[in-house]
């Protein structure tokens, strides 16, 4: 009796995988927060459209954008550093 093989046929898995794919132009074209299409512009409640303005001093955004509740503001700070476990030492 032969083992079979438990890989899977090679056509069948690109196949697979080049019809679930969607080019790299369908997602840029599209907003990674308010998921908008860009051509035709934000949504008004959109947070990116609200922390780029903030970043390039509207003064709108300033008053308005809390950096503490913004993805984009706390992903751009640098790690906090500690030497205890939980992180409230420094």
């Known amino acids: 009796m032969g ?5 899977p046929d090679s056509d069948h898995h690109l196949s697979t995988m080049s019809s679930e794919r969607f080019p790299l132009n369908v997602l840029d074209a599209v907003c990674r927060s ?7 512009g934000h949504d008004p409640d959109c947070l990116l459209a609200e922390h780029d303005a903030m970043l390039a001093g509207d003064q709108d955004a300033l008053l308005c954008h ?15 550093l500690s030497e205890c476990r939980w992180g409230g030492c420094s």
Do not use: F, M, Q, V
Request: aromatic share 8%.
């Open 3 to 7: 083992r079979s093989s438990s890989r």
């Open 34 to 40: 308010c998921g908008s299409s860009l051509e035709k």
């Open 66 to 80: 809390d950096p503490n509740e913004c993805y984009w503001c706390a992903a751009a700070r640098s790690p906090i």
